[in-house]
């Protein structure tokens, strides 16, 4: 009823103003504020911010702004209900809006435990605005509006049982099955523990490993459990790890470099050789480079020397052979670097990997400049490439040749006589083209035109 006499009351407002009965007229403001609907009193919200910045004092002034943005925001969500951006700008609009009573004391300790709970209603409001469909992409934001509200619950108000039931609402309401989110859980786990309640806090990582297996949740579980120096429940723990995930790679080297730490290197060297024995691994790499280098620090050359010979039977990768080479020279062991850079060389070479080779042989070079002879620097030189240009014909999406393109090839000394056939290659594409250039009446193309091709 007072919204269909939106007029008068701005005119009473505006009469007591004049009269200067300012706080006759500020009531009238807020009495029309609370009953008006949000969607009709922006007028109103606009005459009271006015009022207020003319007639009242600092805290008049910000509870006007305050309301203003209030309004403002509730226009927007209005709008879209889903807009977690507009809910955490609120949620912390109402927050600082506490901090700042809060700071008055005593004084307003009636005024802070009102707007407490109208924080706490900011929360309430904003999580029930479930996302439409259970896709990860669309529940980062919400999931941040839980956590935020447990945070307040803690911190702010200092309601530990409230905060554990807010963690507890949003783990129920997060569709596990489909996705987890494991800064939940682990959030969780690390309020329980400020608590002082270990036993809560292993059960929420326990049941976050059997519904959320991920590597974060497994790494603070074992952490937990190190810090508190149980070494057999951080074993228990790595070895549900690799129960649930043994391709996780992070697994196998976490578990074993604990094994090394505690120097139980049998322990740890047959953790390695399992890890290694893995029909599939995620990051296969990571596990050779750290059995390597667990070998190298238990001063085993001969037993990482065995660990790259068996690496270059299932890959001939060129970090492979340089990384081979460079521990023969850190063993101090030259010669046997010289051996494998020789291998390497001829294994690209085979392979007909230029970019590798290339790379292979300028580490090559470094390393004779390092440890080798003048002749055997030359050598290593020698084996350098030419970069050249080169034409190719440029083939169109139906196979018909569009013309040609330039490329860059490199040309290795041992490679310029084994592959005397490429000129002739070059002398009969020439040839093809002159003779289509021929049937199309097209002149032939100038001497000098064609010694540029073939540069």
Avoid at 53 to 62: F, M, V
Wanted: hydrophobic share 45%.
């Amino acid at each position: 009823a007072l919204a269909g006499h939106l007029r008068l009351v701005l005119a009473f407002a505006r009469f007591e103003t004049e009269e200067g009965e300012w706080e006759r007229a500020r009531a009238i403001y807020r009495y029309a504020l609370d009953r008006v609907p949000k969607a009709r009193a922006a007028e109103l919200y606009a005459t009271f911010v006015a009022f207020e910045k003319q007639h009242g004092d600092r805290a008049g002034i910000e509870e006007a702004i305050l309301a203003r943005r209030r309004f403002q925001y509730e226009q927007e969500l209005a709008a879209a209900p889903r807009n977690y951006d507009v809910w955490f700008d609120y949620a912390r609009l109402e927050e600082a809006a506490l901090h700042a009573l809060l700071r008055e004391g005593a004084a307003a300790a009636a005024a802070a435990e009102a707007q407490a709970e109208r924080v706490g209603e900011v929360y309430e409001r904003a999580v029930a605005q479930v996302p439409p469909a259970a896709e990860k992409r669309y529940w980062r934001r919400y999931v941040y509006l839980w956590l935020q509200y447990a945070v307040f619950e803690e911190l702010d108000r200092a309601r530990p049982t409230r905060a554990r039931a807010v963690y507890e609402a949003a783990l129920a309401l997060v569709p596990h099955a489909a996705f987890s989110f494991s800064k939940l859980w682990l959030l969780f786990a690390r309020f329980e523990l400020r608590q002082k309640e270990l036993g809560r806090a292993r059960r929420v990582l326990g049941t976050a490993i059997g519904r959320a297996p991920k590597a974060k949740v497994f790494l603070a579980y074992a952490e937990l459990e190190g810090k508190l120096g149980n070494v057999d429940r951080v074993r228990a723990v790595y070895e549900r790890w690799l129960e649930l995930q043994p391709h996780c790679c992070a697994a196998w080297t976490r578990y074993a470099e604990l094994e090394a730490a505690l120097q139980e290197t049998a322990r740890a060297r047959a953790l390695y050789g399992l890890a290694v024995e893995q029909p599939q691994l995620d990051m296969p790499e990571l596990v050779w480079k750290a059995y390597i280098d667990f070998e190298v620090a238990e001063e085993e050359p001969a037993r990482a020397r065995a660990l790259y010979e068996r690496l270059l039977e299932r890959t001939q990768h060129v970090k492979v052979w340089v990384s081979f080479a460079r521990f023969e020279e850190a063993a101090e062991e030259p010669g046997r670097a010289r051996e494998v850079y020789g291998r390497a060389y001829a294994a690209l070479a085979a392979e007909g990997a230029k970019e590798e080779r290339l790379a292979l042989a300028e580490a090559w070079v470094d390393f004779e400049e390092r440890e080798g002879s003048a002749e055997q620097l030359q050598a290593a030189r020698g084996r350098l490439p030419r970069r050249v240009k080169r034409t190719r014909p440029l083939l169109a999406d139906d196979g018909s040749e569009a013309g040609l393109e330039e490329y860059y090839d490199y040309v290795f000394p041992d490679d310029a006589v084994a592959r005397p056939h490429m000129k002739i290659l070059q002398l009969a594409h020439k040839w093809k083209q002159n003779k289509k250039r021929r049937v199309e009446g097209e002149p032939d193309p100038a001497p000098e035109a064609e010694a540029a091709g073939e540069a």
